[in-house]
């Protein structure tokens, strides 16, 4: 049976059909309720009633009723965030911007796309390549994230060593107010100096400033030839040496990707010991981009350096499907860390990159101190490890979370001390909030409570977020 509509559901609906919009896109049904509960996090909470925006007219409408009413509103994309960043804690009212599909344009004569808000990464990725272009964002999750969520969160990925983070290529937004007016920043073109920089304003703010629902993405030319390294090394200091080796020899790869020890000895116990070599502990993937000539010559130049950095186990890949194979290793890490039966809690933590070994150095003392298992890998390039406590279990098979989270705590201080942040894709959302005034200080969390008031004066857009 389904929980009684909400008392202002129905003057919703009302307003909707007065301004010829669709109310039937506005639903209280408990599957649909259910669906929009929560994300990838453990955190659930039903909204009241789900709104499927199909175009900003009707985000800008509901948003501006709800101001109105002071009715709670969260934002959802694609839902497959890590940190409950779209969990609607105060029920009210959640707006899904994951109907609105459509790539209205893609321009290289401009160098530029504009999509709507719930076009998925790789939907956009794959239509530029159709053309010869490339639009360089790749979050992991690139094939069911949103290009909305992408923006809420300033998304990165493995080639932000080489192409930056998805800010880099927002060139203009469409956002709905939290009092239902539609703002338009930045522009079509590549360089805009009118006035504050709002784009930024928006990219990363969890949807807690405004609900992006158009942007304008800047594409580049496809690079014509790609081609990756897989190395494996006896110790995980050698494969970080590699790292810096490889950047201050001249190169600037697309992406580095790093593996410590656990979790290779994961992969080997998923995959087969013939996966990896046994005496592996430490594990580097390099993939390169360009003119095909100028590839072929560096990946022979970055494989010497991997040589001479103590590699004795070198893989090339220069065929699509041969670097892909290679990615697909990297793919298989994480599946091998589930394969333990263990919980992983992934904290994608960033540390300067000079500081790669102390961090496993840091979390292999953890391990030992309190056996519980901690697994690093990740994007080495710019030193955002996915460090993932795997939570153990009673005898019952449940989970212990308690030591774990001490751990997520002592993790996360030593970090800061370190000069690292405690988040570079995911967010702050919920899960991480407890952590966030420690990690921004006094003065910049007065100023996130500032704009957060200026803006939404009212508190009611996804509310209870970052601890605002």
């Given at each position: 049976?389904?929980?009684?509509?909400?008392a202002?559901?129905?003057?919703?609906r009302?307003?909707?059909?007065?301004?010829?919009?669709?109310?039937?896109?506005?639903?209280?049904?408990d599957?649909?309720r259910?669906?929009?509960?929560?994300?990838?996090?453990?955190?659930?909470?039903?909204?009241?009633?789900?709104?499927?925006?199909?175009?900003?007219?009707?985000?800008?409408?509901a948003?501006?009723?709800?101001?109105?009413?002071?009715?709670?509103?969260?934002?959802?994309?694609?839902?497959?965030?890590?940190?409950?960043?779209?969990?609607?804690?105060?029920?009210?009212?959640?707006?899904?911007?994951?109907?609105?599909?459509?790539?209205?344009?893609?321009?290289?004569e401009?160098?530029?796309?504009?999509?709507?808000?719930?076009?998925?990464?790789?939907?956009?990725?794959?239509?530029?390549?159709?053309?010869?272009?490339?639009?360089?964002?790749d979050?992991?999750?690139?094939?069911?994230?949103?290009?909305?969520?992408?923006?809420?969160?300033?998304?990165?990925?493995?080639?932000?060593?080489?192409?930056?983070?998805?800010?880099?290529?927002?060139?203009?937004?469409?956002?709905?107010?939290?009092?239902?007016r539609?703002?338009?920043?930045?522009?079509?073109?590549?360089k805009?100096?009118?006035?504050?920089?709002?784009?930024?304003?928006?990219?990363?703010s969890?949807?807690?400033?405004?609900?992006?629902?158009?942007?304008?993405?800047?594409?580049?030319?496809?690079?014509?030839?790609?081609?990756?390294?897989?190395?494996?090394?006896?110790?995980?200091?050698?494969?970080?040496?590699?790292?810096?080796?490889?950047?201050?020899?001249?190169?600037?790869?697309?992406?580095?990707?790093?593996?410590?020890?656990?979790?290779?000895?994961?992969?080997?116990?998923?995959?087969?010991?013939?996966?990896?070599?046994?005496?592996?502990?430490?594990?580097?993937?390099?993939?390169?981009?360009?003119?095909?000539?100028?590839?072929?010559?560096?990946?022979?130049?970055?494989?010497?350096?991997l040589?001479?950095?103590?590699?004795?186990?070198i893989?090339?890949?220069?065929?699509?499907?041969d670097?892909?194979?290679?990615?697909?290793?990297?793919?298989e890490?994480?599946?091998s860390?589930?394969?333990?039966?263990?919980?992983?809690?992934?904290?994608?933590?960033?540390?300067?990159?000079?500081?790669?070994?102390?961090?496993?150095?840091?979390?292999?003392?953890?391990?030992?101190?309190?056996?519980?298992?901690?697994?690093?890998?990740?994007?080495?390039?710019?030193?955002?490890?996915?460090?993932?406590?795997?939570v153990?279990?009673?005898d019952?098979?449940?989970?212990?979370?308690?030591?774990?989270?001490?751990?997520?705590e002592?993790?996360?201080?030593?970090?800061?001390?370190?000069?690292?942040?405690?988040?570079?894709?995911?967010?702050?959302?919920?899960?991480?909030?407890?952590?966030?005034?420690?990690?921004?200080?006094?003065v910049?969390?007065?100023?996130?409570?500032?704009?957060?008031?200026?803006?939404?004066?009212?508190?009611?857009?996804?509310?209870?977020?970052?601890?605002?």
């Amino acid at each position: 049976m389904n929980t009684p509509a909400p008392a202002w559901l129905p003057d919703l609906r009302r307003r909707f059909e007065a301004e010829g919009l669709p109310a039937d896109h506005l639903r209280d049904d408990d599957a649909t309720r259910r669906a929009h509960a929560g994300d990838k996090w453990h955190a659930v909470a039903l909204p009241e009633a789900v709104l499927l925006a199909e175009s900003s007219a009707e985000v800008s409408c509901a948003l501006h009723f709800a101001n109105e009413r002071g009715i709670a509103v969260t934002p959802r994309g694609a839902g497959v965030g890590y940190v409950g960043g779209c969990v609607p804690v105060r029920g009210g009212l959640v707006i899904s911007v994951a109907p609105m599909r459509r790539i209205i344009a893609i321009r290289p004569e401009d160098g530029l796309a504009i999509v709507e808000a719930g076009v998925l990464t790789a939907e956009l990725q794959d239509a530029c390549a159709k053309l010869g272009w490339f639009y360089p964002p790749d979050p992991a999750s690139r094939k069911e994230s949103s290009i909305g969520g992408n923006i809420a969160t300033n998304a990165g990925g493995p080639r932000c060593l080489k192409y930056g983070v998805t800010r880099a290529y927002v060139l203009g937004l469409e956002v709905v107010l939290p009092d239902g007016r539609i703002c338009n920043c930045g522009g079509l073109t590549h360089k805009n100096k009118q006035g504050f920089d709002l784009v930024s304003l928006f990219c990363g703010s969890e949807g807690m400033l405004g609900i992006v629902t158009q942007a304008t993405l800047r594409i580049i030319p496809a690079p014509p030839a790609r081609a990756a390294l897989s190395a494996s090394f006896p110790h995980f200091a050698q494969a970080a040496e590699a790292v810096q080796n490889v950047l201050q020899a001249g190169h600037l790869p697309s992406a580095m990707e790093i593996t410590d020890a656990y979790t290779l000895s994961a992969a080997r116990a998923y995959l087969g010991p013939s996966a990896l070599p046994a005496d592996a502990n430490g594990h580097i993937i390099i993939e390169i981009d360009g003119q095909a000539d100028a590839v072929a010559t560096e990946l022979d130049a970055i494989a010497d350096v991997l040589t001479r950095t103590g590699s004795g186990a070198i893989l090339r890949a220069t065929s699509p499907e041969d670097v892909e194979a290679i990615w697909q290793l990297r793919r298989e890490f994480s599946y091998s860390l589930k394969a333990t039966g263990l919980t992983k809690l992934n904290e994608d933590i960033v540390i300067p990159r000079s500081r790669l070994v102390d961090l496993v150095t840091f979390c292999e003392s953890m391990q030992r101190e309190t056996g519980i298992n901690i697994a690093c890998f990740g994007h080495a390039g710019d030193g955002n490890i996915h460090t993932n406590i795997m939570v153990p279990k009673d005898d019952q098979g449940r989970d212990l979370r308690p030591p774990a989270d001490r751990l997520v705590e002592r993790l996360f201080a030593w970090v800061l001390a370190a000069g690292g942040r405690i988040t570079g894709e995911h967010g702050i959302g919920l899960a991480k909030a407890p952590w966030f005034p420690a990690a921004v200080g006094d003065v910049a969390l007065d100023l996130h409570r500032s704009l957060k008031a200026a803006l939404d004066p009212k508190g009611i857009l996804n509310p209870g977020k970052m601890g605002l």
